[in-house]
């Protein structure tokens, strides 16, 4: 944001209530995220890194990242 004052021309526009409700329905969700991702930094400084066979290992994460994201897309014809 800047230090200037706003001027008429720059006023801003609300926004319509069901677009003001997604946006604020988005902000939620990406604090909580914010908020979760957090908590593991601060528990890993606090208690170090968890042994590795207590991991995933990346590759069984991508995989089902990508079957998560295959089954939300729309089959094509």
Known sequence: MS???AS???????LEPAAADAVLAYAAR???KADQFAAVL??????????VEN??????LRETHLA?????RPAVA
């Open 3 to 5: 230090d200037q004052p």
């Open 8 to 14: 008429a021309a720059a006023v801003r526009q609300p």
């Open 30 to 32: 990406t604090r909580a």
């Open 42 to 51: 601060e528990d890993i400084a606090t208690n170090g890194l968890p042994a």
């Open 55 to 60: 991991c995933t290992p990346w590759e069984e």
């Open 68 to 72: 998560r994201l295959t089954a939300q």
